[in-house]
């Protein structure tokens, strides 16, 4: 299984930005696709957004288009997601998660999740 460490989470007030990374390790489908999903106290996870490992594909939730940038360093095994224009509403855990497939995908079909990030959102 691909190890997933996330970090950058944190508080902000709303307009303010942040970036969060997941470091990943291990060699087992090391190159699929990777993704973000947050889930608020309460609620159901939720997809966030989604990058290749090799390829430039990517996917957002209607939510965070225009707001939010995936990306990736192949070199150093992370994926980072780039948050901008931060609302209220965005506050929640933030899981970074990997797939065998090399095809990103919205759903939560993702085989390895890491342990999640806090991202507080004042108003």
């Known amino acids: 299984q691909v190890q997933l460490v996330e970090s950058g989470g944190g508080l902000v007030q709303a307009g303010g930005s942040l970036r969060l990374s997941c470091a990943t390790s291990?060699?087992?489908?090391?190159?699929?696709?990777k993704g973000w999903f947050r889930q608020a106290p309460g609620k159901e996870r939720e997809f966030v957004a989604a990058?290749?490992?090799?390829?430039?594909?990517?996917l957002y939730a209607d939510s965070v288009k225009g707001r939010f940038t995936i990306s990736r360093d192949n070199a150093k095994n992370t994926v980072y997601l780039q948050m901008n224009s931060l609302k209220p509403e965005d506050t929640a855990v933030y899981y970074c998660?990997?797939?065998?497939?090399?095809?990103?995908?919205?759903?939560?079909?993702?085989?390895?999740w890491g342990q999640g990030t806090q991202v507080t959102v004042s108003s």
């Open positions: 998660a990997a797939r065998r497939s090399f095809i990103p995908t919205t759903t939560d079909d993702y085989d390895s």
């Open positions: 291990g060699r087992t489908f090391s190159n699929g696709a």
């Open positions: 990058i290749s490992w090799i390829g430039d594909s990517t």
